[in-house]
């Protein structure tokens, strides 16, 4: 799994863990119900999660939608603006669980957060 972060909001160490853990909980969830498979391989090998990083919205939604082209299980994180940023931004993206070399062919070019 691996959870792309926009830097450009500038978001806390403690809001961006926050926004890791519902992106990450978000794609267990849906790959729970879409990847079973993938999640039991995922969960056997230590449930790995890769923190990457973004510099826009723009580079976010081409994450996210390429994870949904490849049908791989994904969770977009849309803050409620409750705290640090504004609401309706989108924070994180998860991508995953699933096979590396399907999620390095969409997020392998990231750098590490």
């Not at 830097?7 to 990847?35: N, P």
């Amino acid at each position: 799994m691996v959870l792309v972060v926009r830097t450009d909001l500038r978001m806390t160490k403690g809001k961006i863990a926050a926004q890791c853990c519902h992106g990450a909980l978000g794609a267990y969830q849906l790959a729970a119900q879409t990847s079973p498979n993938a999640l039991a391989r995922w969960e056997r090998s230590g449930c790995a999660k890769v923190a990457l990083q973004v510099g826009s919205d723009a580079e976010l939604i081409a994450v996210y939608r390429a994870a949904r082209l490849h049908h791989l299980p994904h969770y977009l994180v849309v803050d409620a603006g409750r705290t640090q940023i504004e609401p309706g931004s989108k924070t994180v993206c998860a991508v995953g669980p699933a096979a590396v070399s399907a999620i390095d062919a969409i997020t392998g070019a990231l750098k590490l957060l």
